[in-house]
Structures are given as structure tokens and as C-alpha cells.
């Protein structure tokens, strides 16, 4: 094994420096491209392929318009409400958030009926899902410190790499590029809310600066009915308290020819953790999470000629977690304190050009990635390691035929980890435009994996180091049609078949150990629609996502029967409209019934659920100052309900905001 990760890490040493020594004398001149917000690429007009190669993008405007693709821009979650990531994409078609309780409570992402650890989650292009449970915890990512986040569904592991088996996620962090600005903001809510934040951007001699920063806490002692041996009462949940700071620190420049953007990012996150609420143990009182992130994002870009360009991408992050309960006895007097600090290096490039109408893009990877803690298996002592490479190639075209255009592209990735095998990931799309009507056709078959997490592989009495990859069929059909300048609807069929899927299996009463089943299927219809009048004065979203996840196991209880957090229905509505310097709006979003395990039995089905919100804001200019005042009510009939069972979810919730911009 030792000389394996060897050879691995020599291998993908010299990619590197064979790759990136060659090509940088070549630059002789840095090509730039402008960072578009536009939510949707034209999908009428018949255009040439285009490099656009943005390091902190998932998909170029070229490509856009072959995947199902969702943006959210920073305005359209400034309107929602929402304070953390998790909260912002409940709106998107197809997606499902797991929200463990109130800001402080752990919120993943799941697309399509796959996992939260079968969804690929970036920040600037670069993938953040844990080394460690192979999950991202939405959650501790404030709005405010975003400028969009791209949500791509189906299968792209030949375009994004591991654990993009349902789809991809990427946030786009604030920009260094832009006008002077200075943004003030405040706001305060219920159940002891508090947030402070702050960005400025401005040039520097021929460079450009941003650094910014939010503080945000909350007590999370929001009442809860609650059924106890046969008496209802309501309580307050308590240690559900929340403190996340997190900043930003960007600079971009242009020297001797090259495109280049730093971004740092870090977070410091404190929680409770009260646990499940169970019968004769409401609350967990003691247990807490403390972390720490920092992540370093550097973006080079060079034009080599007027048809070939160089993206260079280095990554830095480190994390540190810990959790603490005295009071969990099962571990001994002491209760319970695991530790674990993560590091993880990586570097990308890629080269991408066009030749006779036809892109190309070759990409290589290399990655590592250490954790330490004291919870492994004894065999393994207190350090685990993975070293990963990864090579790419993705090629477009596009064919006019009878005045029409279909556009074809081919992908196929190679992954090589020290730990978890080799995957082949090929893809194959196709997208039909028609010259005399605004419809687009789409068609993308591929082949997709996700490597078990280091604790499916080394956690103490779960890991199990055997473990095959999971590996998935994806299968998407779509249609996009612009009835009218204002109107736009989208429609699509997906299916995704997952084989060797990994699941906990219980050993013994108190144990659970990761193992291979045969797999699961999800399929389903999402519908989407998008209406914008009076020149953007008044814009509606709605989306309805259908789906059916099933398990394929020998189990006779579970085999061909819902997956657990798979919910069979989810829509969601967004409208809002503007009067001069006044905004308002609505958002309701549903989830369909669910079961909290495997198996679609009566005792673990949960109820559907649906949550409006009312927003209402106005513009004031002051000289150079401009002020906004937001108030926003969420779960506005303070409906009672459970995301996931035993974790009960606020009731009626109130925030008021303030900000200053000059």
C-alpha cells in the first residue's frame, strides 16, 4: 500500500510539473472574459463555441444550456429571506434539505433522490464535501457572503468528479472585481437572533481588493409541542444555541499577462447540539460542536492565443472539529470527546481551446488529504490519508442541420485514489435548438462514483476498510421552452441507478458497521416555470419536482421500497413585486411525505409539510448613502413540523434587517 500511494503521488507530481512548466512560458498575453450574473445563457440564438473558462464557475456559457442548470443570484436570496445557504435552496427544482432544527442545526443537500454525500458541493469551484463523513454542512455558509450559488443536477462526475452522483452545488463567494463598495448590515430576529456584517471592495493601484465578514448568533430556544408517555405539552428546545463568524479576503490582478484571483475564506462555528427529542430525553444538555475552517483558493488564468487558454487552480483548507457530551454514558464516565483536524491540498489545471468549431478542454487533478483524530479503528492508529489524481477530457460541438443545431458533448474522466480503486467516468449530452421556435431538447447519459468517506472506511466500530465505491447510471431527458420574453418553462426526466450503495448496518444493539448493498434507483419529473413583467417590476419561480427513490437489496423488508429522506413530492414558489422604493414578496415551498428509514413502513412514515413566508422592504438614498430596511416572517401560519424526525423545526419566526451601502 505505501509504495502505491508512492507511485500515485509521483505520477501526479510530474502531470503537474510537466504540465504547468510547459505551458507558462507560452502566455503571452492574459485573455479576459466578463463574469456574467444572467441567470440563463441565450437558449435562441445560434452561436459558435466560446472559451469561457471562469475558475469558480461549474459550467461555461457554452455548456450551460447542455445541463440542467439553476442560479440564484445574491438579490433573489436577499428577497427569500434566507441567512444560510440551506435555507436559500429549498426553491430550486429537484433539491431536498435535510435541516436537523433552527440555524443551528445541521442543514446537507441532497439532488434528485440521491445522498447529501452523493452530491458534489463547491465553493469557487473547488470541492468542499469532507474527507471525513463526505457530507457539507449548508448551514454555517451566510447569504450575505455570497454572490450566487449554482445548482447543475444529473450526473457529472466526467465534469465535476467524485460524488457528483445526483449533481453539483457551487457558491460563488464575493468578487474583488466591481465598483467601489462599502455595505453595512444588521439585523436582529427571533429566538434571540443577532447579525452583523460588513463587505468592502475597492481598487488598489491596478489591483483590486474586498474583505468581508459576518457575525451571527441565535439562542435557538424556540418552542415545540411535544408528545410525551401520552401528554402533549409545549416546551423550549434547549442547548440549540448558534454563533458562526465567518470572512472573506479577495484580491485579483492582472500581471504580465495573466488573470489571477486570491480568495481566503474562514469560519469559526460554536453549537449545541441537543440531539434527538425522544420519550424521557427531551434535549441532549451538554453535547457541543466547535469548528474551525480556513480555506485559500488561488485562480490563474492566461490566454496562450486567441483560441487556447490556461486555468491554473491551487487549494489550501484546514478544519479542525470537536465534539464533547459529558453526559454520553454509553462511552464511559468521561462521556464522549472526539478531535479531528483535517488537511487538504490540491491543484487543478486545465487547457481548453477551440479547433474547426470544436472546443476541447484537458484537465488534470491532483489532491491530498489527511485526517487525524482519536476515533478510529485500532488497525489504523490516529491518522488516515488519501492521496487522489485525476485526469479529464471533454470535448463540443455543434452540427447545424436543416437550419437547426445540435450540439454534442463528450466527456470521460479517469479517478485514482490510494485508497478507494480507480473509476472511469464517461458522459455523452446532446441538445437539439431549433432555428424557427425558442425550444431546446436535451439528452445526457453517464456513468458516475462516489468513494466511501474515511469514516465509512476507519470510524471505531463503523468503519469498514473492505468498501467498494459507489457507482451509478445517469440517465436525463429535458425540454426548455421561451414562450415569450417574459415567459419561460422547463421540464425534465431523470433516473439515476446506483450500484453498491452504502449503508449502516446494525451489528449488535449499541453497533452499526458501513456496508455494499446491491443498490438503489431513483427517477422522476421536475417542472419548473419563470415569469418576469413589467420589466422586472414583477417576477414569479415555481417548480414542482416528483420523484420515486427505491432500494435494491435482499432484504425482503426494504428491497423495491422507499430510501429514507427521499421525499415523493417537493414544490416551491417565489413572487415578489416592486413599487418605486418599495418591494414585497412571498415564497412557500412543500415537502412531500417521507420515511426516517429504508423500508416504507407505517411507524417510520413522516407527514408532508408547507412553509410560507411574507417579505416586505424599502429603499432610501441619502446623498451618497443608500439604506434598506427588510422585514421578513417565515413559517408565517407557524405550522408545526419535522424535517427529520425527533428534530422539531421554529414555528413563526420574525427578522428585521438594516443596511447601508455607499
Not at 108 to 130: C, E, H, Y
Request: hydrophobic share 40%; net charge negative; glycine share 10%.
Amino acid at each position: 500500500m505505501i509504495f502505491y500511494r508512492n507511485i500515485v503521488g509521483c505520477i501526479g507530481r510530474a502531470l503537474l510539473f510537466s504540465g504547468v512548466s510547459g505551458l507558462l512560458p507560452l502566455c503571452a498575453y492574459a485573455q479576459t472574459h466578463a463574469d456574467s450574473t444572467t441567470t440563463h445563457a441565450d437558449t435562441v440564438a445560434h452561436v459558435q463555441p466560446e472559451i469561457i473558462v471562469i475558475g469558480d464557475r461549474l459550467s461555461s456559457v457554452g455548456s450551460r444550456t447542455l445541463l440542467p442548470v439553476s442560479v440564484l443570484s445574491a438579490a433573489e436570496m436577499e428577497r427569500s429571506g434566507a441567512v444560510q445557504i440551506g435555507e436559500a435552496l429549498v426553491y430550486v427544482p429537484g433539491v431536498f434539505i435535510r435541516d436537523y432544527g433552527g440555524l443551528g442545526g445541521l442543514k446537507t443537500v441532497s439532488l434528485r433522490g440521491s445522498s447529501a454525500s452523493q452530491t458534489a458541493v463547491f465553493i469557487d469551484g473547488v470541492k468542499i464535501n469532507s474527507v471525513q463523513n463526505g457530507l457539507t454542512d449548508m448551514s454555517v455558509f451566510p447569504t450575505s457572503m455570497v454572490e450566487s450559488v449554482e445548482v447543475v443536477r444529473g450526473g457529472e462526475s466526467a465534469l465535476f468528479g467524485a460524488s457528483a452522483v445526483g449533481g453539483a452545488v457551487n457558491i460563488r463567494s464575493l468578487s474583488p472585481g466591481g465598483k467601489r463598495l462599502l455595505r453595512v448590515t444588521s439585523s436582529a430576529g427571533s429566538f434571540g437572533e443577532i447579525g452583523l456584517g460588513g463587505v468592502l471592495r475597492l481598487p488598489v493601484d491596478s489591483t483590486m481588493l474586498l474583505a468581508g465578514g459576518e457575525y451571527r448568533t441565535s439562542q435557538g430556544d424556540y418552542p415545540f409541542d411535544f408528545t410525551e408517555f401520552g401528554a402533549t405539552r409545549t416546551v423550549r428546545r434547549e442547548n440549540g444555541d448558534f454563533t458562526n463568524a465567518s470572512g472573506v479576503l479577495a484580491w485579483s490582478a492582472a500581471p504580465s499577462g495573466w488573470n489571477i484571483r486570491t480568495h481566503l475564506l474562514g469560519r469559526t462555528t460554536r453549537r449545541g447540539v441537543p440531539g434527538a427529542v425522544v420519550q424521557g430525553s427531551i434535549e441532549s444538555r451538554e453535547a457541543r460542536l466547535e469548528e474551525e475552517d480556513a480555506l485559500a483558493i488561488v485562480h490563474a488564468v492566461c490566454g496562450i492565443d486567441t483560441a487556447l487558454l490556461l486555468s491554473v487552480t491551487g487549494t489550501g483548507r484546514y478544519n479542525t472539529t470537536r465534539y464533547r457530551d459529558p453526559g454520553a454514558a454509553i462511552f464511559g464516565a468521561q462521556g464522549i470527546d472526539e478531535r479531528f483536524r483535517t488537511r487538504e491540498v490540491g491543484m487543478t489545471t486545465s487547457l481548453s481551446g477551440i479547433a474547426l468549431t470544436q472546443s476541447y478542454e484537458v484537465q488534470s487533478d491532483i489532491a491530498f488529504a489527511e485526517l487525524l483524530g482519536n476515533m478510529f479503528q485500532p488497525d489504523v492508529g490516529d491518522k488516515a490519508s488519501r492521496t487522489s489524481l485525476g485526469l479529464a477530457i471533454r470535448t463540443e460541438r455543434a452540427v447545424d442541420i436543416a437550419d437547426n443545431t445540435l450540439i454534442v458533448q463528450g466527456a470521460t474522466r479517469l479517478d485514482v485514489y490510494s485508497d478507494a480503486g480507480t473509476a472511469a467516468s464517461p458522459l455523452v449530452a446532446f441538445l437539439w435548438r431549433f432555428a424557427d421556435v425558442p425550444v431546446l431538447l436535451r439528452a445526457q447519459w453517464s456513468y458516475n462514483f462516489r468513494p466511501p468517506s474515511f469514516n465509512e472506511l476507519y470510524y471505531l466500530n463503523f468503519g469498514t476498510a473492505s468498501l467498494r465505491p459507489e457507482r451509478s447510471l445517469s440517465l436525463n431527458t429535458g425540454v426548455e421552452w421561451s414562450i415569450a420574453e417574459e415567459i419561460r418553462v422547463e421540464a425534465a426526466v431523470f433516473s439515476i441507478d446506483t450500484k453498491d450503495r452504502i449503508v449502516a448496518i446494525p451489528v449488535s444493539p449499541v453497533t452499526w458497521s458501513a456496508r455494499n448493498i446491491e443498490g438503489a434507483v431513483s427517477r422522476g419529473v421536475e417542472l419548473s416555470a419563470h415569469l418576469s413583467l413589467y420589466s422586472g417590476g414583477f417576477q414569479a419561480d415555481g417548480s414542482y419536482t416528483w420523484q420515486e427513490s427505491e432500494s435494491r437489496t435482499d432484504n425482503l423488508a426494504t428491497d423495491q421500497k422507499d430510501l429514507a429522506y427521499t421525499p415523493g413530492e417537493l414544490a416551491a414558489l417565489t413572487a415578489f413585486v416592486r413599487l418605486g422604493v418599495f418591494q414585497a414578496g412571498a415564497t412557500v415551498h412543500y415537502t412531500g411525505r417521507r420515511y426516517s428509514l429504508d423500508g416504507s413502513s407505517r411507524e417510520a412514515l413522516l407527514p408532508s409539510y408547507a412553509v410560507a413566508g411574507l417579505m416586505a422592504s424599502a429603499t432610501a438614498g441619502i446623498e451618497s448613502l443608500t439604506f434598506v430596511v427588510r422585514l421578513h416572517c417565515d413559517n408565517i401560519f407557524d405550522a408545526r413540523y419535522s424535517v427529520v424526525r425527533n428534530y422539531p423545526m421554529p414555528g413563526r419566526m420574525f427578522r428585521l434587517g438594516v443596511d447601508m451601502s455607499y
